[in-house]
């Protein structure tokens, strides 16, 4: 029953950090190729559109890492499950060393900025910030998709 529980609680937690970093994906085309400097700015940089991603993403990346840990630990005797959740606790923290690889260095700019004339490295910071997001979506997928697998992977040997 524990193992259970934990694989649900990892699943879920799972799910809720790749949603944020998903729909960071789902909005980066019109960001980076419909609208405008300015409009790009005022939403990301200056008027706070992202502020809670920080604030409840940052702590749910850390509590799905350990949750997946834990769920490896429960499913060590068991293979090739343990190897899954293993496998996803990896890409969910290559996904947060990703974040502070790529994405942390863009904030740190980004929060030098001043209202005014656009920055000359805008497009550089721009495309940054964007593309370590993307990569961050991306290793959470395949996190989520390994936790999943570890779930299902008692049941691939059974026959049912």
């Not at 706070?48 to 890492?65: C, E, N, R, S, Y």
Request: hydrophobic share 60%; net charge neutral; proline share 8%.
């Amino acid at each position: 029953m524990v193992v259970y529980l934990t694989g649900l609680v990892s699943l879920l937690l799972a799910a809720l950090s790749l949603g944020p970093s998903f729909a960071h994906v789902l909005e980066a085309p019109p960001r980076l190729f419909v609208w405008a400097p300015e409009l790009w700015r005022e939403a990301t940089v200056f008027n706070g559109q992202f502020a809670l991603f920080a604030k409840v993403g940052g702590p749910l990346d850390v509590t799905t890492i350990l949750a997946a840990c834990f769920l490896s630990y429960l499913l060590a005797n068991e293979r090739p499950a343990f190897w899954f959740a293993l496998a996803g606790a990896v890409f969910f923290a290559g996904a947060l060393a990703a974040w502070f690889t790529l994405v942390a260095p863009a904030n740190a700019i980004l929060a030098t900025w001043k209202p005014g004339p656009i920055p000359p490295d805008f497009e550089a910071i721009r495309l940054r910030w964007e593309t370590g997001h993307m990569a961050v979506a991306a290793l959470k997928v395949l996190g989520f998709g390994s936790i999943s697998i570890a779930l299902l992977a008692p049941r691939l040997g059974s026959g049912t």
